[in-house]
């Protein structure tokens, strides 16, 4: 099991990485190790210390 660290990203919002390994599997990542293009995320907490990360298409920045 991989293990992630949360890190402070400005003061109203944290993140934690994503492996690049993972992101390349779905198509995320170009050849480069870029992302490719934007993406979105729905993350949604569902138990005490659990949550999901779905990824969103269509979504026009």
Known sequence: ???N???QLDGNS?????PKDDLRLE???DEN???ADEHH???QRVNDGQWTLELV???DS
């Open 33 to 35: 190790g870029e992302l």
């Open 27 to 29: 198509g995320l990542i």
């Open 57 to 59: 298409e269509g979504i």
């Open 14 to 18: 944290a993140g934690v990485t994503m």
């Open 1 to 3: 099991m991989a293990l």
């Open 41 to 43: 995320v729905h993350i």
């Open 5 to 7: 660290k949360l890190r």
